[in-house]
């Protein structure tokens, strides 16, 4: 049996064809338009394309935004056009299949928990670090929403008091200091704090302050530059901080560390399970969470939220009602 899980992102809208051991057989690939009906009509014309080409029952839609506790709304997504809008009634009704919703972390979180780095884990936590940090909770395969679909947010743990203001309308969130974002900021602030360092990002600082992205700072940290290192230490160190607020509330068994910056995990990793480890409470006497990167990649959401739809396939089957 196949299904297609969608990954409906600010920037790209990506469908794939998934089959029972998690792999992607095929895809399609749009670019995410600004209104609704112009999204829904993407999302559709994508999925449409794959069906043309493969049998699948069931379609999954992972999103970048909260998610009601029945999964058949999005509440509110930052970067899309959805507002509290019933968008699994819409996509099923004009595909003829079942569609299931989910949160894109939740999805990646499962995938991880099925075929990738936390296969079998009892307690495991998935922490994205992309431009934010998009966190899930597994407990027994199952995602734990909280009362009201939104947890765990854990991008948004304060982590340092009166530290860098964020979007979200606090201060010192975790993902001000651990993301994507936040290598870009910590880079120009050592910039500014220690002027006529000779580093490869300080002709680009010099040229443009915009042109300093997480990702220019781990390219110049892969090649050497010490500033750029010295930018994923204060990672680390933030990653090791969050990680133990993270340990000390869940106790997982297995952290996964996930999005576009764990692909620079070799930089900072080691360090920040190093400071976790030694700041967390009762630390030497208690076992320890493995901490891991991803396996499944930029596929984990389609992955997902493919497998999800199919276990909802699978019992929409048995309740006699899909036939
Ligand atoms: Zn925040």
Redesign the pocket.
């Known amino acids: 049996m196949l299904t297609i899980g969608v990954d409906v992102g600010g920037t790209s809208v990506r469908a794939g064809v998934v089959d029972g051991e998690g792999l992607v057989l095929d895809t399609e690939r749009a670019g995410t338009p600004k209104g609704e009906a112009a999204l829904e009509d993407t999302i559709t014309a994508a999925v449409s394309r794959l069906l043309d080409r493969h049998d699948a029952t069931a379609v999954g839609l992972a999103v970048a935004g909260f998610v009601n506790s029945d999964r058949r709304r999005v509440r509110f997504a930052p970067h899309l056009a959805w507002r509290d809008a019933p968008v699994a009634d819409r996509i099923s009704h004009r595909l003829g299949l079942p569609v299931v919703l989910e949160h894109d972390a939740n999805a990646a979180a499962l995938a991880e928990y099925r075929f990738g780095a936390a296969r079998g884990a009892h307690v495991a936590v998935l922490v994205a670090i992309g431009t934010g940090i998009g966190g899930a909770l597994l407990v027994d395969g199952q995602v734990f929403r909280g009362a009201h679909g939104v947890a765990p947010e854990l ?2 743990l304060r982590v340092v008091p009166d530290g860098r203001p ?5 201060n010192g ?1 975790w ?2 200091y651990c993301s994507g974002t936040a290598l870009s900021t910590t880079a120009i602030e050592l910039l500014a704090k220690y002027p006529g360092t000779s580093s490869l990002l300080a002709a680009q600082v010099a040229e443009d302050v915009n042109a300093v992205t997480g990702r220019r700072v781990a390219g110049a940290a892969r090649d050497g530059d010490a500033l750029a290192q010295r930018a994923f230490g204060e990672l680390a160190r933030w990653l090791g901080e969050g990680l133990a607020l993270v340990a000390d509330v869940y106790d997982p068994e297995v952290v996964v560390i996930g999005g576009g910056v764990s692909e620079s995990a070799p930089l900072f990793l080691d360090d920040a399970r190093e400071h976790y480890a030694a700041i967390v409470t009762g630390a030497g006497h208690r076992p320890l969470a493995r901490i891991r990167t991803a396996q499944l990649g930029d596929d984990a959401g389609i992955v997902g939220v493919a497998t999800m739809a199919r276990d909802l396939a699978a019992r929409t089957v048995r309740n006699g009602r899909g036939h």
Request: net charge positive; proline share 10%.
């Open positions: 991008g948004h964020c979007p979200c309308g606090k969130c993902e001000r």
